[in-house]
């Protein structure tokens, strides 16, 4: 549930700040999160892996890479998890200290290698033996050591959206579990590469903790046939993919109540198993939420432009399109979309839709929703992870503003887009 974006009386709230006021101040299409949120969140994280010492949780930062979220993730204790040397720079400029950023990627450039070599990152994962190799020529080359994690496929089903499944040996990612172990002989064997730990990432908006559980115990099996042949990793990272509560992520007797309520992860006893498999003396874990920690801090405000009848089915085209929120047309996602300002209304089904010329530009297909009219303002609830940071400018659209509340007041952490951006 999403405590800091919520109703009083009938208006919504970002916190103190009436999501009303945003929208006429600073325009619509319009990115809104709760600082106090993310940081709820993180410490949540933060202390059911207490129990784990020495846990290091990475902030995953292509979930949104905003400077200013980054530097309050920052200021928490977090390290980065980033794929791209552009991710690397954002957050280093962002307050990260480099021994706490990893990269991942499953096809890096030299250029992306060179710079996290040069920046004295914390750890390189590596994803296959073309790769090592790769990493090894360029360690040489600058006259580094790379510090590098091998990530393994542990042929897991996260139970989730195909489109976001990661640990299946049919994906593309990691390397196939009973492969690694001769890459890791490789790597130990390798110039310029120090061997410090394995990786693992299944999927994104897991719901349940079984699939972390059967990843666990295929890395504890690898670590110990690892440890048979002499080679010793200090470092076990389980990727990101804590899912989120998307349906009823606000109540309220004016709002329908959403069917199919996604379960979650109980992250005392997530910790508490990981803590079980995973135990190895000198060996640290590591995680890389990115959706937990920000997906509730987000709202993305939206003005109604038409209600529009067709035979069968009743549009309400919105002013926020799919090149500002892309997850619906993605995968289907579902958000919750709830008026800004509530009135007793009958609820009807209807179709939330955009201007952009793609049958996909959605955000929600036959919902029942209050009743919706030309001018009324509404929101996109859980935006705050893959939202704006999967934004593009497709039609020629200005990427919308994003907004922080902090400290009980907004500001502005970053422009809207002018159409001179656009060329
Ligand atoms: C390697 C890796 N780590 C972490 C994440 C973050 O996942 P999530 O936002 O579901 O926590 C991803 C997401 O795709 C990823 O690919």
Redesign the pocket.
Known sequence: MTEKIKYVGNQLFIEEVPAEELAGQYGTPLYVYSGNQISKNLKQLQKAFSVIPGTRILY?L??NSNPELLRLISSMGAGA?T?SAGEIFVALKSGFPPSTISL?GVGKTDRDIDFALSREIGVIIVESNEELKVVSERAVALGKTARVSLRINPDVDAHTHPH?S?GLKENKFGINIDRAGETAKRAVQMKNIELVGIHS?IG??ITEHSPFEEAAESIRNFVLGLAKEGIKINQIDL????GVRYRNAIKHDLLPLEKKEEPLIDLNTLARVIKEKLSFPGCDIAL?????IVAESGVLLTRVLFKKKSADRTFIVVDAGMNDMMRHALYSAYHQIVPLRLEKSEFSLVDVVGPVCETTDAFAVQRELPALKRGDLIGIMTVG?YGYSIASNYNSRPKPAEILIEKGSARVVRERETYEDLI
Do not use: Y
Request: aromatic share 4%; hydrophobic share 40%; glycine share 20%.
């Open positions: 995953a292509k979930a998890d794929v991942a976001i990661t990432h994104s908006q990727g990101g993919g804590i890389e939420p990115g959706r937990f992870a």
